[in-house]
């Protein structure tokens, strides 16, 4: 097709076997899409694609990708607001017939069935990657990860441990809780012969760090995630994937909610962020 349609925030460019999405730059962009700067869709990774009315006088175009295609949405296993997906393009509604002319045209060329792709199509964002997390800091060169313990942040057993490296050939996985909810966390998920348990609690798992007060943000988190997440299936081919945090057991969600309630009691959380915090808590039962 070889055309562009800009809609808020990115402009889609239509090659004849990909789609180019390129992310503005602007104060009002999402800081998800100014960090990823632009992504290639190769038309495989594709399974379809929808239109449908957006708000306040918008439509939006929707690329659905296949399963397994993309090492970010592995990662965020589900977790992104809509407002966060890097796959919606919202336009003004007088645009919407050429908007609907670009989706026929697009879905003409879709040959995928919708199965889950056997290796990732998308490449994931370009290393070396590092934010900071509550407790570390967090480096990726595209080789190991490493943990380096904040004494301000880390618990004991973080430091007992020491700062962590982890290359990607230890590794089976990740485990990315966003930021945005309680207990946010990036955890890696071992290859352990021995099949021993990683910690329960993020907090306590020298192989995990944890999120909040502004620390380990989507932005910065996510495509850190995603990038080992490709490195690691890069390293071992299979069924590699990311997963969301596990429900934990009962008896581990009423430690939690114990410590939260020792927070309340000393005046360092506020009665919403406590019942807010505790709902979310049970919720995970």
């Not at 399974?47 to 659905?64: C, E, F, M």
């Not at 069935?113 to 934010?131: C, H, I, Y």
């Not at 020298?206 to 890069?234: I, K, N, Q, T, W």
Request: hydrophobic content about 40%; glycine content about 8%.
């Amino acid at each position: 097709m070889g055309d562009v349609l800009a809609g808020f925030h990115a402009a889609w460019e239509f090659e004849s076997d990909s789609v180019l999405i390129r992310f503005e730059r602007g104060i009002r962009t999402p800081k998800l899409f100014q960090t990823l700067g632009e992504r290639r869709i190769p038309l495989e990774a594709i399974t379809g694609v929808t239109l449908t009315q957006g708000k306040r006088g918008t439509v939006v175009l929707h690329a659905v990708l296949r399963p397994g295609a993309d090492p970010l949405m592995e990662a965020a296993a589900g977790q992104l607001k809509e407002t966060s997906d890097p796959y919606r393009l919202v336009l003004p509604a007088d645009r919407e017939t050429l908007a609907e002319y670009y989706a026929d045209e697009l879905r003409a060329r879709l040959t995928g069935d919708g199965s889950p792709a056997e290796r990732f199509l998308v490449d994931p964002p370009k290393t070396p990657l590092q934010f900071k997390a509550y407790d570390a800091k967090a480096s990726f060169d595209g080789k190991a990860v490493s943990f380096r313990w904040f004494w301000t942040g880390a618990s004991s057993a973080k430091w007992k441990a020491g700062d962590q490296s982890f290359p990607v050939t230890g590794l089976s996985g990740v485990e990315w809780r966003s930021p945005e909810v309680f207990e946010g966390h990036l955890r890696l998920l071992r290859r352990d012969p021995a099949g021993a348990a990683q910690p329960a609690q993020p907090d306590q798992d020298p192989a995990a760090v944890v999120f909040g007060l502004g620390y380990g943000p989507v932005h910065e988190s996510l495509p850190f995630a995603a990038s080992v997440l490709a490195a690691v299936r890069a390293a071992a081919p299979g069924p590699v994937a990311a997963v969301p945090a596990a429900r934990r057991d009962p008896a581990d969600i009423a430690e939690r909610i114990r410590h939260l309630g020792e927070l309340h009691e000393a005046g360092l959380v506020t009665d919403e962020e406590f019942s807010m915090k505790k709902a979310e808590l049970l919720a995970e039962l």
